[in-house]
């Protein structure tokens, strides 16, 4: 069992930069893929990048491509993702998943909210 427990997320202007982190308890998180997805309001939850387990592979979806960055530490059982140049559009809700593959997630946490003013 895995638990994820999201930080960092807070009021931020465009064009600003935030680090979110996920923490996670248990003993086997070098073992999972880990990914940050994001939920803004009335939207669905959508993924926003992912890292496999060892951290050498990292994928992006389109709209945060060269803006933001996925990292692990695993031996501080620790997801990171660095949010540069950020924009209104980047507002939402943004969560933490890990799970045996990329794509398949089974843990998750509660989530830390994003605000990006204009």
């Known amino acids: 069992q895995v638990q994820l427990v999201e930080s960092g997320g807070r009021l931020v202007q465009a064009g600003g930069s935030l680090r979110l982190s996920c923490a996670a308890s248990?003993?086997?998180?070098?073992?999972?893929?880990m990914g940050w997805f994001r939920q803004a309001p009335g939207k669905e939850r959508k993924a926003v990048a992912a890292?496999?387990?060892?951290?050498?592979?990292?994928y992006y979806v389109d709209s945060v491509e060269g803006r933001f960055t996925i990292s692990r530490d695993n031996a501080k059982n620790t997801v990171y993702l660095q949010m540069n140049s950020l924009k209104p559009e980047d507002t939402a809700v943004y969560y933490c998943?890990?799970?045996?593959?990329?794509?398949?997630?089974?843990?998750w946490g509660q989530g830390t909210q994003v605000t990006v003013s204009s």
């Open positions: 998943a890990a799970g045996p593959k990329l794509g398949e997630y089974v843990h």
């Open positions: 248990g003993r086997t998180f070098s073992g999972y893929a």
């Open positions: 890292i496999n387990w060892s951290g050498d592979s990292a």
